[in-house]
């Protein structure tokens, strides 16, 4: 009788450990978006603006991006474009990202010279 309980342990752990999280795995990976909005992840020009900075930070410098304020930011089919900006008569780039509303996707970042 114990070899009977043996082995009906041993299934029920093996299906625990290996098949219960395969399942879920798989029908999780499905691509469902856990949260969605009429207005996608990036729904104005104060969240584009944030976004862009916390991507331009680390590749230009948090100084830099301090200097190029106001940062601006415009939408048009479905994608800010957010730009710094330099003072009157000032010459040079500044930094430019391009930010998909709906999915938050940054596609673009540059810095002009």
């Known amino acids: 009788m114990r070899g009977n309980k043996d082995i009906l342990f041993a299934f029920v752990s093996l299906i625990s450990v290996f098949v219960i999280p395969a399942f879920l795995f798989v ?3 499905k691509g469902q978006p856990s949260y969605s909005s009429a ?3 990036v729904p104005d020009e104060v969240t584009a603006i944030r ?5 331009w930070t680390p590749s230009y ?10 940062l601006k930011a415009v939408m048009r089919d479905g994608v800010w474009s957010v730009r710094g900006s330099l003072p009157t008569g ?8 391009e930010i998909n509303q709906s999915e938050g996707r940054i596609m673009r970042i540059s810095h002009g010279q």
């Open 27 to 29: 029908n999780g990976a």
């Open 39 to 41: 207005e996608g992840y």
């Open 51 to 55: 976004l862009a900075a916390a991507v």
């Open 61 to 70: 410098g948090k100084e830099n991006i301090e200097r190029e304020k106001p």
């Open 90 to 97: 000032w010459l040079g780039g500044v930094a430019e990202a």
